[in-house]
């Protein structure tokens, strides 16, 4: 199988350090499968270059409009040498750079395997609209096409999308999902052999993610909070449970203006740091999917807070390691905190769901013969 190329679709550019980091696991995952791996350089209609400001500030108008965008672009100027900086060092992307049906028609992209990743490729709503690539419809009609870990991120599919969705995914010849509730939609659609498999983060052990752990600037221990949502009860939460734990507060932050939230903050850190500091951390308190599968994985107590939307995908994942005792009830439980987790057990449940993983792309890349033509 060594020498075969397969290239990859997946919301790699996103400046968030979940989707950077599983797609350096999923790149890994196929190199060690002895693949050439190719990252399709996509990006989102929305989170094009000028069209990033709008979206960050859709729901403005008039001078507010304004005034938030010229707040948003220190940040966004950071993110791009943050984020651009990892995907140069570790990526392999694509030559061109797609934005729309017409550059993926003026610049075929050649492969023996087709394949679309992970994190919230499918979601819509996420999207802000149907996106066809993310569902190989520019791969031709007779090559392999697989997925891998892909998710809705939602529990149901709009009635809207439903036979676009089926149209296209019936073109796959393998299909996993990295939550349960995403069988649930493909057997709506009638798709039947639909598989689950855990995140690409997660398919990769400990082992692989503390060549990328350092020392942390923090001495002290230190509670670390990765949030996602504004949520003035979660900023009260964290507050109150750092002092009670005699925990340094330190927020690892996404944004300059999360500056003004409580804690030492960590501006837009490196993308390695987060594994870094959720590693050296006391105890992590996160709405963030990645910053809870991290957790789990490199074994740091963790205290998940749902957010409002899309949390399939954390609850998906708790139930899967038999942790949803350490999803928070109450923002008056501060207890949950003294109950340290089992990593013992953790460990090999995600032990066996890797072995899933192997199995699972072995039997999609089976049918990819030594003697097929490569590049069809």
Not at 66 to 72: F, R, S, V
Not at 81 to 91: C, Q
Not at 96 to 116: G, L, M, Q
Not at 204 to 233: A, C, D, G, R, S
Request: proline share 3%; charged share 30%.
């Amino acid at each position: 199988m060594a020498n075969k190329k397969i290239a990859i679709i997946t919301m790699h550019n996103v400046k968030n350090y979940g989707s950077a980091l599983q797609t350096l696991a999923t790149q890994k995952k196929f190199e060690s499968l002895g693949y050439i791996v190719e990252i399709i350089d996509f990006v989102r209609p929305d989170l094009s270059e000028k069209n990033i400001l709008n979206t960050y500030t859709m729901k403005d108008s008039g001078i507010k409009k304004k005034i938030k965008q010229l707040i948003y672009i220190p940040t966004m100027k950071r993110w791009n040498k943050v984020f651009n900086s990892f995907l140069k060092e570790n990526i392999n992307l694509s030559e061109h750079t797609y934005y729309t049906s017409e550059d993926f028609e003026k610049y075929p992209i050649k492969a023996d395997v087709f394949c679309t990743g992970s994190d919230q490729v499918w979601n819509s709503k996420w999207n802000k609209g149907f996106i066809p690539q993310y569902f190989l419809d520019f791969a031709p009609e007779n090559s392999l096409k697989i997925s891998y870990a892909s998710s809705f991120g939602k529990d149901k599919l709009d009635d809207w999308e439903k036979d676009m969705t089926k149209k296209l995914l019936e073109r796959y010849s393998a299909i996993s999902v990295r939550e349960i509730s995403g069988l649930d939609i493909l057997s709506d659609l009638g798709i039947s052999f639909g598989k689950f498999i855990i995140d690409p983060t997660l398919a990769m052990p400990y082992e692989f993610w503390k060549q990328y752990i350092k020392p942390v600037k923090i001495k002290e221990p230190y509670l670390l909070v990765y949030q996602l949502n504004t949520n003035k009860q979660f900023d009260n939460y964290v507050k109150k449970l750092s002092k009670r734990k005699g925990l340094k507060l330190v927020r690892f932050c996404r944004r300059y203006d999360q500056v003004f939230q409580s804690g030492k903050s960590l501006l837009i850190p490196e993308v390695t740091d987060f594994i870094s500091y959720i590693a050296n951390a006391e105890l992590v308190v996160t709405d963030s999917f990645h910053a809870t599968a991290f957790s789990a994985n490199l074994n740091t107590n963790f205290i998940a807070i749902y957010p409002p939307e899309f949390s399939g995908r954390l609850s998906s994942f708790l139930s899967l390691v038999k942790l949803e005792s350490r999803k928070l009830e109450s923002f008056e439980d501060f207890d949950i905190a003294d109950k340290k987790i089992d990593f013992s057990e953790v460990n090999k449940i995600l032990e066996r769901e890797r072995e899933k993983v192997d199995n699972y792309l072995k039997e999609a890349l089976m049918s990819l013969k030594e003697n097929r033509s490569a590049y069809i």
